[in-house]
């Protein structure tokens, strides 16, 4: 599987899993996996119904015959993280954008897998991207 962060559609109540296929990190953690890492992180009912409604189109790293994931983005801001959840749209044009808590311990775990392999997106230039009618979106919903 090529090196990438997804999201599982279909999960628990109140949780979004997160998988990251690639190296793991130097960073001894619960998170570890042989193909990367696993989190859950927690999520209100919006999104969570929102991702069921999702088309899954990528496979799980741990049961590679099932497509159950779709694709997410890890971008670093001026002003701090935030994950893009590709799909239709939600609190963004194009998915779900949520910010990433980069003191906890799971925030700091999908940030160090993101760079360490490379999937860490650039926007140190910008603001974080914010939904003006999305108010569930706030720091500290992620987790």
């Not at 628990?12 to 859950?40: C, L, M, P």
């Not at 991702?51 to 159950?68: C, N, Y």
């Not at 939600?90 to 940030?111: E, K």
């Amino acid at each position: 599987m090529k090196q990438q962060i997804q999201v599982r559609t279909q999960y628990k109540q109140h949780f979004i899993h997160i998988q990251g296929v690639g190296k793991k990190t130097e960073e001894d953690n619960s998170w570890a996996r042989g193909y990367g890492i696993s989190v859950d992180l927690r999520a209100n009912e919006q999104i969570t119904s929102w991702l069921e409604k999702q088309t899954p189109l990528l496979s799980s790293a741990a049961s590679p015959d099932s497509k159950l994931y779709i694709e997410v983005d890890i971008g670093e801001f001026e002003d701090g993280y935030q994950m893009h959840i590709h799909g239709s749209q939600l609190n963004h044009p194009a998915g779900c954008r949520l910010d990433i808590i980069h003191d906890s311990p799971a925030g700091v775990a999908i940030i160090l897998f993101a760079i360490e392999n490379g999937l860490m997106n650039d926007h140190t230039d910008e603001s974080r991207w914010r939904s003006e009618d999305s108010p569930y979106l706030m720091e500290g919903e992620e987790e």
